[in-house]
């Protein structure tokens, strides 16, 4: 079991046991750079592949299935369209950071990855501020959407650029303070270390992750609301709304600066999904104690998988918000119930009370704010605008 | 309460992906050049010409009456009389079309030329992968010809209901001529 666990790490410490000694530090890490970048591209192509044929079952039509057996090799294909399709620069645009935009996206979000804990001892760094690093990266793609707006001189890539910035940057929020109470319990900023909180069972079988807990529940719930709208997936895809703004910030790109955006955020979505995991499903721990045979790694791909198929079924079930919806949703509604979150995971560890009860109250707590804020909300209109000058 | 109607689609969305794998009633997708649906009686792409007959261009139950060029919105039919006239199905001398062209790239498919025809003769096809290697848009009578038997292959109830009229034409046109007073023998 233990070979099996660290096969992958074994690998790349006898690969690099060939270099000779001062330049291993070196190989070992460029190792981990393309083991990443290896495992992480390829599940870009599939998550692709594997996103349209799903949406399609779930829109009752067939996905693609020309393209080779059953349709796997679309993305091949894609790719191959992608790579041979003409780079056009528009004439007024800024060059060079139309030019740097695609690039700038894609970088920080490899960047993300470092840290992420993947299995027992497999994470590429071992960063006691991990979970720091990761959001501080994270937020760097909104400097690239931006650039990219910007640099088109384009209307429609302009808004949407700055839609998307309206949206990160809102959705920042509630992501980082859903992330906190798990900081709260791990008394660790490291990502490694925040999996190691979360083992052991409770009453021998319930594993003890975040999830289970009723500020982790929540926590994650809102987690993964601010984490499709940060790595703009439907429905909180407007900022490339093309019923409205062609495909916003990427309207003036082509080719495979195009391919480059697109990877960029899929990437994204990997990243945030995999800290979810980290933060809320034990990471790599296995679900009960008797199926710890089963390797660190292969526990963390199985929930990163099935988080993924949850996006996409949120993506296939869901309609796009408006854009005022879209902000009032985060800042009046996701922002206080992350607070009153925060404040009732503060009160989980203080009640002495026994499990059950500790459970109801907490829940309690926060179901109570969750249905006045939902009452409070619902159904209440923007007010009529009025255009002096304009219409 | 706000989330569940979230909930209710993501049930549905479910019911979905799950049931497209068994219930063959929920995807309703033809793939195309692997089948094929049979076409609906009614369906029009372009007209074709119909002819009696084993002959194609003998046969032809056109007159060259150029009703259906003039009729034509797109203007796409051009039409060229013969000299000659040949007897037609009741024993009439009619003219017949020399020149009969069709311009494909300007037809619009309406299926005016088909109805505005006395004589049955231009009627609507079924053909529609016309996709080809050559830039051929304009069709000759030789193209356009095509025999009764297809015509009753692709619109059989039309196309009973048309020779079942020009049955019975013909056979009052006989009984006419047969009735006629037969000039005075002296």
Redesign the interface.
Known sequence: MNALDQIFISVQHGMAGLAPAPLQPLVLMLLSIAGLMAVFGSCFALTTILERK?LG??????GPNRVGPCGFFQPLADGVKMLTKEDIVPFSADKALHFLAPVALTVPVWLAFAVLPFGRNMSAIEMDAGILFFFAIGSASELAVFMAGWSSQNKYSLVGAMRAIAQMISYEVPLVLAGVPVLMAAGSLSLPDIVQAQSNFVWGFVPRWNVFTPWGLAGFALFLIAAAAESNRCPFDLPEGESELIAGFLTEYSGFKYALFFLGEYLGLFAVTGLAVTLFLGGWQAPAPWLQWFPSWGWFTAKFGALIFLFI??R???PRLRLDQLLNFAWKFLVPLALINLFVAALWWKVPAAMPVRWLLCAGLLVVP??W??RIW?GTKPTQRHYDYAG | MLGLGILRGLVETWRNFQGSYYDPARLTTVQYPEEKLPPQENARTFPFLVFDGNEPLAGLRCTACSICAVECPAHCIHIVKDTLKKPDYLGKMQFHPKVFNIDMAVCMECGICAEVCPFDSIKMDHVFELSGVDRKMILEKTDLAKPNDYFHKIHPLEAATVDAARAAEQRKAQAKKAAAPVPAAV
């Open positions: 799903i079952r779930m829109q009752n039509r067939f079924w949120a296939a079930t869901l969750f249905v804020l939902a619902n």
